[in-house]
Nanobody, 118 residues
Framework: QVQLEESGGGLVQPGGSLRLSCAAS????????MGWYRQAPGKLRELVAM???????EYADSVKGRFTISRDNAKNTVYLQMNSLKPEDTAVYSC????????????WGQGTQVTVSS
C-alpha cells in the first residue's frame, strides 16, 4: 500500500512563489518517476514536472524557467518550487508516483489547490 501526502498549496499574488511537497509512504519497488500534474476548471489534466529514476527531469513548456522539481530519495519526497507565478498557473496540483515492475502502477495524491490572484 502506497500513500502520497501533498502540502504547500495556497493563495499567492502574481509574481509570487510557492513550494509544493509530496511524500510517498509504504513499501514499494520499481520506482520509475514521481512528480506533478495540474488541472484547471474546464481544462484537461496536464503534466507539470516529473523526475525519473536516473534523475532526469521533464517540464511543461509553460513552466520552464519558472518551476523546478527536486527530490529527496531518502525521504521518498519530491518538491516543486514555483516562482514567478501567473494567474494561469491556478489549478489543482496532484502528485503522481509511477511504479514499473511486471505492470505499470500509478498512485495519486489527493490534490492541493494553488490560486494565483490579486
Amino acid at each position: 500500500q502506497v500513500q502520497l501526502e501533498e502540502s504547500g498549496g495556497g493563495l499567492v499574488q502574481p509574481g509570487g512563489s510557492l513550494r509544493l511537497s509530496c511524500a510517498a509512504s509504504g513499501m514499494f519497488s520499481g520506482f520509475n518517476g514521481m512528480g506533478w500534474y495540474r488541472q484547471a476548471p474546464g481544462k484537461l489534466r496536464e503534466l507539470v514536472a516529473m523526475v525519473y529514476r536516473a534523475g532526469s527531469t521533464e517540464y511543461a513548456d509553460s513552466v520552464k524557467g519558472r518551476f523546478t522539481i527536486s527530490r529527496d530519495n531518502a525521504k521518498n519526497t519530491v518538491y516543486l518550487q514555483m516562482n514567478s507565478l501567473k494567474p494561469e498557473d491556478t489549478a489543482v496540483y496532484s502528485c503522481r508516483l509511477r511504479l514499473v515492475n511486471s505492470r505499470i502502477e500509478d498512485y495519486w495524491g489527493q490534490g492541493t489547490q494553488v490560486t494565483v490572484s490579486s
